[in-house]
Each structure stands twice: as C-alpha cells, then as structure tokens.
C-alpha cells in the first residue's frame, strides 16, 4: 500500500529554487520506481523526472533537464525534487507518482500512465 503526500510547493519569482518532497506513509517504499508528474492547465500531464527503487537511475524531461534534480532517501520513505533556475512555464501542480517494480528492475519509468499510485500534489506558481 502507498499514500504519497507532497509538500513543498508556493509562488516564487523566476530563478527562485524550490524543494518538493513527497513521503509515503505506506510499508514498501523501497519496491517502487517514483516519479515527478506535472500537469498545467490545459496542458498533458509530464514526467519531469523519474528515479530508481535504489537512486541508481534517473531521467529528466528535456525541459528541466539541467534544472531539476529527483532524488530519494528510503530511510525515511521520501522522494525529492530540487528545482532550480525555475521558469513561468513550469507552473504547474506537481504530483508524486509510483509504480510497483519487480525483481529490483532499476528501470524509470517516463510515461504517466506507467504509474500506479499518485499523490495529491503541490501547486508550484512562478512569477516573470
């Protein structure tokens, strides 16, 4: 069972950083690849970026590529999002997402619809 809850978001002004975090209050953390879906208005949702069960691979969305930085620490049952140089078009609501992995895939997982558990999310606003 995962229950993903996201904190972190808030309106920032353009070059501001934020921080997302996403813990999951549930008992297998470890067995799922996470991922960082956002979704703007009237726009399609996007992986931004995705990580491993172990941490070992990540992947980023082109558009954040070089600005956004997924991590997790299975310790504590929490995946992060480090957000930099951020930009107006990456307002969106950002939702935490995971998907059950089997065998320790190391595998990430960059389509929405690959994800089975999501969290509520978290509006990140950024201001020109």
């Known amino acids: 069972q995962v229950e993903l809850v996201e904190s972190g978001g808030g309106l920032v002004q353009a070059g501001d950083s934020l921080k997302l975090s996403c813990a999951d209050s549930?008992?297998?953390?470890?067995?799922?690849?996470m991922g960082w879906v956002r979704q703007a208005p009237g726009k399609e949702r996007e992986v931004v970026a995705a990580?491993?069960?172990?941490?070992?691979?990540?992947s980023y969305a082109d558009s954040v590529k070089g600005r956004f930085t997924i991590s997790r620490v299975n310790v504590k049952k929490t995946v992060y999002l480090q957000m930099n140089s951020l930009k107006p078009e990456d307002t969106a609501v950002y939702h935490c997402?995971?998907?059950?992995?089997?065998?320790?895939?190391?595998?990430?997982?960059?389509?929405?619809?690959?994800?089975?558990?999501w969290g509520q999310g978290t509006q990140v606003t950024v201001s020109s």
């Open positions: 990580i491993s069960w172990s941490g070992g691979s990540t």
């Open positions: 997402a995971a998907k059950e992995i089997r065998h320790y895939s190391s595998s990430v997982y960059s389509r929405p619809n690959e994800y089975e558990y």
């Open positions: 549930g008992r297998s953390f470890r067995s799922y690849g």
